[in-house]
């Protein structure tokens, strides 16, 4: 069974920092795209950072040049460094990982469960 644990996530005054990680879990199977989403309350779901498989990133404009996304493929896990955080980064953050699981040969999205972050003074 695929599952993806988050860890993290807490309360940080503004301009600080915080490092989110995403675990993945499960045997024969091929992790493809990584990603972390996050969603604040009365708003949509918004794409934060993606990573794929070969360390291609992609992130949001109003992250960039403040949050970094890697991944450890040898430990199934993704990383979202975050610093220079603001309070509109206030939101419960998610980890989205494309999973092929071999025994099927088809791929789908896993979605870990959130992590709160909070930015206040």
């Known amino acids: 069974q695929v599952q993806l644990v988050e860890s993290g996530g807490g309360s940080v005054q503004p301009g600080g920092s915080l490092r989110l990680s995403c675990a993945a879990s499960?045997?024969?199977?091929?992790?493809?795209?990584m990603g972390w989403y996050r969603q604040a309350p009365g708003n949509q779901r918004e794409l934060v950072a993606s990573i794929t498989s070969g360390g291609s990133t992609n992130y949001a404009d109003s992250v960039k040049g403040r949050f970094t996304i890697s991944r450890d493929n040898a430990k199934k896990t993704v990383y979202l460094q975050m610093n220079s955080l603001k309070s509109e980064d206030t939101a419960v953050y998610l980890c989205n990982a494309r999973i092929t699981i071999w025994r099927y040969g088809s791929s789908r999205d896993y979605w870990g469960q959130g992590t709160q972050v909070t930015v206040s003074s």
């Open positions: 499960g045997s024969a199977i091929t992790i493809n795209d």
